[in-house]
């Protein structure tokens, strides 16, 4: 992957958080992430790359759809996963945790999943090779607090905060492991266990597939681990798990099954503070925004703040 695009990606998330941010708390889900999903397309249309997208919205009527050509149509062939905003209801009521992601590889990087819901756990590097989606809460919060030379009452386990997730929670509660609920952000909550001095150990628990995937691809750039295994709860689930998995329902997809690739690279530009970034701050004539951009082959996390002149830049 052309480092060059590193700073593509980072205008691609800029521009979605930019957008989006100006609707934080006004209520309008749709408003929120269709005004991001029109900045990242914006965006792509410019880029000098052959571009797919393995990744997006099922909806057809967006920009950022799964199939969709992308880009000039000259340059690198790019396969692309994106999530223009991440937690648009969290946006819309101007909560925590809302970001513009989106992973960039070459092709073939990207397992290409239908709009299904996910179990997964989720570690960093420091863990790599010690989870077992198929063990129980407590076994995995033993293996992980043995490798990172913790007590388990020092793990902090973040957890997606949804009614089908609440039998995970007292499993890990009766462990004395401490929980971070998160309401939306799934993909920053899986990222966050492999950052550096980030408060989250482990990431478990049911979410979107589609997230899994763009959240393996940050995790897999930073040298963590994931597995995962499609959820399902009646028999239109079971089929989808089935026809994913070749026949096996409960089939594991470990992350180099979700990213295939090791020329990847992904950005994260916060819209609302949440637990990896702050979100988009204002000022008069301006504002700023905080990304990561993570590049697989060396492992390079960049930090990016950015000032955006709104004079010099009339689309907003």
């Not at 979410?207 to 959240?215: L, Q, S, T």
């Amino acid at each position: 992957m052309n480092r060059n695009l590193i700073l593509e990606a980072a205008r691609l998330t800029e521009y979605s958080a930019l957008y989006a941010s100006r609707y934080m708390g006004k209520g309008d889900d749709e408003l929120c992430y269709n005004s991001a999903d029109s900045a990242m397309w914006k965006c792509l249309e410019t880029m000098d790359i052959d571009g797919e997208i393995i990744i997006g919205a099922a909806n057809r009527d967006l920009n950022i759809c799964d199939g969709k050509k992308a880009g000039m149509g000259e340059g690198p062939f790019v396969d692309i996963a994106a999530k223009p905003l991440e937690g648009k209801r969290t946006c819309a009521t101007g909560g925590h945790n809302s970001i513009s992601v989106v992973a960039l590889g070459s092709k073939g990087s990207f397992m290409k999943v239908p709009p299904c819901l996910m179990h997964k756990i989720a570690v960093g590097e420091g863990a790599r090779g010690v989870i077992d989606i198929n063990e129980p809460p407590q076994i995995n919060i033993k293996r992980v607090a043995r490798a990172l030379n913790k007590y388990i009452e020092d793990i902090t386990v973040c957890v997606l905060e949804r009614d089908m997730n609440m039998d995970l929670v007292e499993e890990i509660r009766q462990t004395g492991a401490r929980i971070k609920f998160i309401t939306d952000g799934d993909i920053s909550g899986v990222i966050s266990t492999a950052i550096a001095d980030s408060a989250i150990d482990i990431f478990m628990g049911i979410g979107g597939a589609k997230e899994g995937v763009i959240a393996a691809a940050g995790l897999k750039c930073l040298g963590g681990d994931m597995q995962a295994k499609i959820y399902y709860n009646d028999y239109f689930e079971k089929t989808i798990a089935e026809n994913l998995g070749r026949g096996n329902p409960d089939r594991i997809y470990k992350i180099r099954d979700l990213v295939k690739s090791e020329d990847i690279m992904i950005s994260i530009t916060g819209v609302t503070d949440g637990v990896m970034l702050p979100g988009v701050q204002y000022f008069s004539g301006g504002a700023k925004t905080s990304s990561i951009v993570i590049r697989q082959q060396t492992h390079t996390l960049r930090f990016i703040n950015a000032i955006h002149r709104f004079d010099y830049k009339p689309i907003f």
